[in-house]
């Protein structure tokens, strides 16, 4: 079913707000959603849920509720206030897949109208200044409850908590997680395949990089970021690439690790990719201060005007400075078509970033029948009883599709998971902005997603 504004403001309407049922409200039927609306639309008749799904495009609302008769789609511009505080005002409960930069204007609607909310999200300063407020208001806003960040919080702080019981102490703990594409899906140089939000992946890593190495703080730029990547060898998957993700630095403090010498927060890709995303990033191709706006251009012509600082007449010279002098950054990047004669349909006040989006969002598109895939390893050091050790965990998961991808499954369970512990009263007494650290948080969100093929598999290495 799906409705609009009129149908929203008229109050006898039946299915405006059912009061014997709980409404869930989601915003946003994106790619992560998948697995998310399911799992609420499958046990929506067991738990008498209603579950609403507002989006842009009302269509891939109406393919996420099917033909569920407990699911609701709404089309709504979330600039909308009107629609979205009535949306919001009906709900019990609301749940935000939206673009993280959007979740503020949710946040605060949440505030003023007296509901909790649920993110996959970094919390944002924006989101941080409501905590007291919400917490004085008796709200939970459960932020970080996704992957990466998510599912990292919670498998490490298992671990951590069972080492410290048995006496140990940490004193060195890395972290690596990677959406990639699995092997028998892997038909590209780049060995890299989109199975969430494109524009994260052009703005990857804009904010640099700090962590903690032997005792040492590194602080990494972002035109340094893609190059000082290290090889990890993952069990049961090979090696990757891990390059340093945001600021692992206050982990600690968040981890219980204050005592720490080594503290690394990192993202998996293959070698290949890091070598030419290396090379994309100092070509100054994802800058997102300049304009082409109202020019008539072709890729190449774009690509000679966003790198004309950069030494070289051909874009093969220009790769070559930045890239070391490295062929595969040369043959990565022609691959993208970047070099082709073929026009730009420019949009509005379009950014070099706004047209790399819309060249990898056509070369990096999943087909229908490729499989993604999930790579999540932590490393913990520690010593126990005069002994050290090294324990490994490791989570891979593979998608079915397109649609239900591995990614939409890690991100959207765990919340889902939530959702219901929390709406089932199994979890309780918990207000303000947290984030998925605690015990009775993780320990049975844990056990379901194990059940549901995200489990971990633990290692010992010398």
Same mark, same amino acid.
């Given at each position: ?107 605060? &609607?949440?505030?003023?109208?007296? =509901?909790?909310?649920?993110? !996959?999200?970094?919390? $944002?300063?924006?989101? +941080?200044? @409501? ?101 990890? &060898?993952?069990?049961?998957?090979? =090696?990757?690439?891990?390059? !340093?993700?945001?600021? $692992?630095?206050?982990? +600690?403090? @968040? ?107 056509? =070369? ?99």
């Amino acid at each position: 079913m799906s409705i609009s504004l009129d149908d929203y403001l008229c109050e006898d309407r039946g299915f405006i707000k059912n009061e014997q049922m709980t409404n869930i409200l989601v915003f946003g039927a994106g790619k992560s959603s998948s697995y998310l609306i399911k799992y609420l639309l499958d046990k929506a008749k067991k738990y008498f849920w209603q579950v609403t799904v507002a989006d842009s495009n009302l269509n891939a609302c109406l393919q996420r509720i099917g033909d569920n008769h407990f699911g609701t789609a709404c089309q709504l511009d979330i600039h909308e206030e009107v629609l979205r505080k009535r949306l919001i005002a009906n709900a019990n409960i609301v749940i935000s897949i939206l673009p993280p930069a959007l979740h503020i204007v949710v946040a605060r &609607d949440c505030i003023e109208l007296k =509901k909790n909310l649920i993110t !996959a999200s970094y919390v $944002s300063d924006d989101i +941080r200044k @409501l905590h007291e407020e919400a917490r004085n208001n008796g709200l939970l806003f459960m932020n970080e409850i996704g992957l990466d960040p998510g599912i990292d919080h919670m498998s490490s702080m298992k671990v951590i908590h069972e080492i410290e019981r048995l006496g140990g102490d940490i004193y060195s703990f890395k972290s690596y997680c990677g959406g990639l594409i699995s092997k028998q899906s892997d038909t590209n140089p780049w060995h890299y395949k989109i199975s969430w939000n494109p524009r994260n992946i052009v703005l990857a890593g804009k904010s640099g990089a700090e962590f903690l190495e032997g005792g040492n703080e590194h602080h990494v730029k972002y035109p340094k970021l893609f190059q000082e990547y290290e090889m990890i &060898d993952v069990p049961g998957y090979g =090696k990757l690439a891990a390059y !340093a993700n945001r600021d $692992s630095l206050s982990y +600690r403090n @968040l981890y219980g690790l204050e005592n720490v010498q080594s503290m690394l927060r990192a993202t998996f890709r293959h070698e290949d990719f890091c070598i030419g995303w290396n090379a994309v990033v100092n070509l100054n191709l994802t800058n997102e201060k300049d304009s082409f706006e109202g020019q008539q251009l072709t890729y190449l012509e774009w690509f000679m005007k966003a790198t004309e600082s950069i030494p070289g007449k051909t874009p093969q010279e220009r790769i070559k400075k930045c890239s070391e002098g490295n062929s595969l950054a040369v043959d990565l990047i022609e691959w993208l078509g970047l070099f082709e004669n073929t026009s730009i349909n420019l949009f509005t006040a379009a950014s070099s970033a706004d047209i790399l989006l819309k060249r990898i969002e056509e =070369k990096w598109m999943m087909q229908e029948d490729d499989v993604d895939l999930i790579v999540m390893h932590h490393e913990f050091e520690y010593g126990r009883k005069n002994v050290t050790a090294k324990l490994c965990s490791t989570l891979i998961v593979e998608g079915e599709n397109k649609t239900y991808t591995a990614m939409a499954k890690t991100v959207g369970l765990p919340m889902a998971i939530f959702t219901k512990l929390f709406l089932t009263g199994k979890i309780t007494k918990l207000y303000g902005v947290q984030i998925p650290t605690m015990k009775e948080v993780y320990k049975p969100v844990l056990k379901e997603l194990s059940t549901m093929g995200i489990d971990f598999v633990e290692t010992f290495k010398n």
